[in-house]
């Protein structure tokens, strides 16, 4: 079955304290990409990967670090969370065709709270 | 910065009724997409239409796409209860970025 798996789904943590979200997509997608969705503010790009070792800052990088070392996976890391990092985050995929990206699949999400 | 903007960011009808959202954005784009999310789950993607496309179909949906005003609509014919959901327009300049709306909440009652 085609999808995009995130783990974990929920995560309490605490002010400083590093933390990995991890992605993996198993359809062969050129195109990942991180979003955070807050209530008002609909969902904003944290970061963006065209292919492997490529990454791109989205509208709200501040505060998270991506890489892209194999095709199928897309951690997105919190070197030193805060509270207003408080958020639910999704993980994308899609195939690319030249730099357009297509429909995007999405994982179930990421309900992450820090204290 | 917020590229679409959705309107309206509610709407409550009969299930039966048909269901306009508008989708408003302010620079140039290659496409426009539109997807559903329920209840805090992953969006699902609905509808893609490119720059150079008007109109598009699919089942009981219809897109349109309006570059001179910068602006689409999507168009749920005969709603049911299970359409329920929040939907999100979301457009694509090229080079990996995509923009997302705020999102209208649709409410089907039965």
């Known amino acids: 079955e085609a999808q995009v798996t995130q783990n974990p789904r929920y995560l309490i943590t605490v002010t400083g304290k590093k933390l990995t979200v991890t992605c993996s997509q198993n359809?062969?997608?050129?195109?990942m990409s991180w979003y955070r969705q807050d209530p008002g503010l609909g969902l904003r790009q944290i970061y963006y990967?065209?292919?492997?070792?490529?990454?791109d800052k989205g509208d709200v990088p501040e505060g998270y670090k991506v890489s892209r070392k194999e095709k199928r996976n897309f951690p997105l890391i919190l070197e030193s969370p805060s509270p207003n990092q408080t958020s639910l985050y999704f993980c994308?995929?899609?195939?690319?065709?030249?730099?357009?990206?297509?429909?995007?699949?999405f994982g179930p999400g990421t309900r992450l709270t820090v204290t | 910065s917020q590229q679409g903007e959705e309107d309206p960011q509610a709407l409550s009808i009969q299930e039966g009724e048909n269901a306009t959202m508008n989708c408003s954005y302010k620079?140039?784009?290659?496409?426009l997409q539109w997807y559903r999310q329920n209840s805090g789950r992953g969006l699902v993607h609905l509808i893609l239409i490119r720059s150079n496309e008007r109109e598009k179909h699919s089942g009981r949906l219809r897109v349109t796409l309006d570059t001179s005003k910068k602006s689409s609509s999507l168009l749920i014919t005969a709603s049911r209860a299970a359409d329920t959901a929040s939907y999100f327009c979301?457009?694509?300049?090229?080079?990996?970025?995509?923009?997302f709306g705020q999102g209208t909440e649709l409410s089907v009652k039965p």
């Open positions: 620079t140039s784009i290659n496409n």
């Open positions: 359809m062969n997608h050129e195109y």
């Open positions: 994308a995929s899609s195939r690319l065709a030249g730099s357009e990206s297509y429909e995007q699949y």
């Open positions: 979301a457009t694509g300049k090229g080079g990996g970025k995509l923009i």
């Open positions: 990967s065209m292919n492997v070792e490529v990454t």
